[in-house]
Structures are given as C-alpha cells and as structure tokens.
C-alpha cells in the first residue's frame, strides 16, 4: 500500500505493505544473542493441576512461561529509566507513529588510531565508532531531517544474529559520536551492538548519558534533557538495505520497564511520482 507521508521539508512516498524488520529472532531452543553474561533466555510450559501446559503433552492449548533479560538476550529499546531511580517505561516514550530516520553504515576503528575518546580511556584494542566515520557515511542528501539514525557496523555478518558477546569486548560509541548524534537531531538511535557503551566501563555509560542528556553521575530523571529518546541495542540490519533515507516505526509491547523487547521496521522510501 503506497502512501504520501507529510513530513517537515515536504512529503515523501512510502509502501507501508513491505517494511523491513531490524529485530533479531530469539530462539528459546537453539542458539541465542547474549551479552554481560546473561543466562539464556528460556520458555517452558505453565503447569497448573490438571494441565501440563503443553498440546504434546495432552493440554488442551500451548501456553508458555518466558524467562528473559531484554537488555542482554537480543533487540530491545530502553530509555533513560535504564540510569535513574525514578522508574521510566519505556513503551511510553517510543514514537507511536512513522518517523524520518537515515541508516548508514559505519566500520569501527582502533581506538589507538580512532583521535577519539570515552570514559574510562578506551583499550588500545577496543573498536570505536567515531563521529568522523559517521560523518563520512551520512548522506549528502536527505528529503528531511532525520529523528531517527540506524547504524549498521561493518563487517554486517550473519553471526551477530547469534552472537554471545559475553568474553568478547564489541564496538561501542565514542563520546564525540554520542555528541554528534545529539547536535544533529537525532532523538531515537538504533545500533546493532549489544550497548552504546563499553561492556565493562566503571559504570560511567558517557555515551548513554550523552545522548539521552543526563550529566556524568546525576540519577534523578528531572535532570535529564532529552527523557523523549530511544535506543534500540542489539538489532540486526539486513545488506539488502542500501544506506540512506528510511522511514522508522519502533514497535514495543506496553511492558512496563526501563527496556522492553522491540521490532524496529524500515521503510523504503519510493521514488516521487512523476508531475
């Protein structure tokens, strides 16, 4: 179904019938995303007197008991409830409709090499990625200013569908990058790393409290200048999906939390229709 969207700096074209989904698929029985040494998340069947909670084992429907940690096991949006102590749920803060997004693709730098920073200071070895290579990747052109940015790391292989980042040490944002993104507009970030952040960085998360406006130490929500952003970690984005302008819908259950599974959708934008 082909529609004109109108958008601030004009209207673009859109087919809402063929978004592309960035969620990873979370298979309760067989290989799983997993970060910060999370157990797996698993799905067993209810049991109650009289019912096993399983047709194979005679119940009369299927019904299930899920056991995960959304912000280690697969994709998932949070917001700034994941760093104060007032409580945030995050399905009240995602956009409930479209909005502009670009995606671009980006390849992680030594952080020996990269010229950038984080707190604490980054391994020599850690992969950053930098506010130069975003600026590098985003696009000369744009039909809008985007809300919204995907960024896809390179190299896009298919293991970070079931990749266990428990003993590994992944990319994470510089503070110059968290800053850029601020400075650009962009309210709802989606990456396909498991956090923003180094997996083990004395707490600090610079990239997080950057982004969603929140000073180094502070918990309180009131002091936190962007409480309307979204990240959306651990995502995965497909090849066939050329850098560029996109239209994004974050779809979320209304679970209370600071983070709750969620499935982002792409949208292609269409070529203008000829006057």
């Known amino acids: 179904m082909n529609a004109r969207i109108a958008l601030p700096g004009g209207d673009v ?20 995303p997993r970060h ?5 998340a698993t799905a067993r069947p209810f049991e109650a007197p009289g019912f096993s909670g399983a047709v194979a084992s005679g119940a009369s429907c299927n019904c299930e008991v899920i056991t995960l940690v959304p912000h280690c096991q697969g994709t998932h949006t949070e917001c700034v409830g994941h760093l104060t102590r007032e409580t945030l749920d995050a399905h009240r803060v995602v956009p409930a409709g479209l909005v502009p997004a670009v995606l671009v693709s980006v390849a992680p730098s030594p952080a020996a090499i990269c010229g950038e920073s984080t707190e604490p200071t980054p391994g020599a070895a850690d992969l950053l ?6 600026t590098d990747a985003w696009p000369a052109a744009l ?15 298919a ?13 994470y944002l510089s503070r110059q990058a ?9 309210v709802h970030l989606i990456v396909d790393v498991p956090s923003l952040d180094r997996t083990h960085d004395e707490g600090r998360l610079s990239a997080h409290r950057i982004f969603f406006g929140l000073p180094p130490g502070a918990a309180q929500l009131s002091m936190a200048a962007r409480p309307d952003a979204t990240v959306t970690e651990f995502a995965f984005v497909p090849d066939q999906l050329p850098d560029g302008a ?12 600071d983070a709750v599974p969620s499935r982002p959708l792409l949208y292609p934008l269409l070529p203008p229709e000829n006057p």
């Open 13 to 32: 074209r859109v087919d809402l019938a063929r978004p592309v989904s960035l969620a990873l698929t979370l298979e309760f029985d067989g290989p799983q």
């Open 36 to 40: 910060f040494g999370a157990p797996r």
């Open 129 to 134: 990625v930098s506010a130069r290579a975003i």
């Open 143 to 157: 039909p809008f200013a985007p809300r919204a940015l995907i960024i896809r790391t390179l190299p896009n292989t």
């Open 159 to 171: 293991d970070k569908a079931t990749r266990d980042y428990t003993l590994a040490s992944p990319p």
């Open 178 to 186: 968290a800053q850029l993104l601020v400075s650009r507009g962009i």
């Open 246 to 257: 996109y239209l994004l819908q974050l779809q979320v259950p209304a679970l209370a939390g």
